[in-house]
């Protein structure tokens, strides 16, 4: 399990992230939403998570769900220590009702993020849609990942975002489980 706390002038942090879990969460961000999108990232991804941010919400929500996300990247960087013996690449199509998200993930040690997703409305709850995007380039830069992540479509964008958050939970498992050989998934003999 790893520990990460994170204490800025606009953020204070702390969680305990496990990656082989079982989907335990205790969550509170003082977004609501944003909590319900981590709870079904850690539930799908099968990671045990305790989570708690005291962050500037007078201003907005963006300090909070953006330093959340470097806080998880980091965990999960951790937690996977060299990658070795892990499958590497994943992807998954989640629906959510009438909505549909794909995501694809590279466990390279290389961070880039792709996101193509637009949202009729900017807020869901007091959750900034926008921050969609953010959460995740401060998870995979932080996480040494590179997430390809595409909302295919949708009209509701609750459903739109949250499709998004499940593909991403499965296709991050999916790429952390174990190999047969146990070998380090690269040519070029490090990741």
């Given at each position: 399990?790893s520990?990460?706390?994170r204490?800025?002038?606009?953020t204070?942090i702390?969680?305990?992230?496990k ?69 590497r ?23 880039y ?8 409305t ?11 995007e953010?959460?995740?380039?401060a998870?995979?830069?932080?996480a ?29 498992r ?18």
């Amino acid at each position: 399990m790893s520990v990460i706390e994170r204490k800025t002038l606009e953020t204070d942090i702390k969680a305990e992230f496990k990656l082989y879990g079982s989907g335990k969460h205790e969550i509170n961000t003082g977004i609501g939403f944003f909590d319900h999108m981590l709870t079904a990232l850690t539930v799908h991804g099968g990671f045990d998570l305790t989570l708690t941010c005291n962050g500037d919400l007078d201003v907005d929500g963006h300090h909070t769900v953006e330093d959340v996300g470097i806080v998880l990247g980091k965990a999960l960087a951790e937690e996977l220590g060299d990658k070795g013996g892990i499958v590497r690449f994943a992807e998954a199509n989640i629906p959510m009702d009438e909505a549909l998200s794909f995501c694809a993930v590279d466990v390279s040690g290389r961070p880039y993020l792709v996101f193509d997703a637009e949202f009729a409305t900017d807020k869901t709850g007091e959750y900034d849609n926008c921050l969609t995007e953010e959460f995740f380039r401060a998870f995979a830069f932080n996480a040494g990942i590179t997430l390809h992540i595409k909302n295919l479509y949708g009209k509701n964008d609750h459903h739109k975002i949250e499709s998004i958050f499940k593909a991403a939970a499965y296709a991050i498992r999916r790429a952390c489980v174990k190999n047969d050989s146990g070998a380090l998934m690269s040519s070029k003999g490090t990741l």
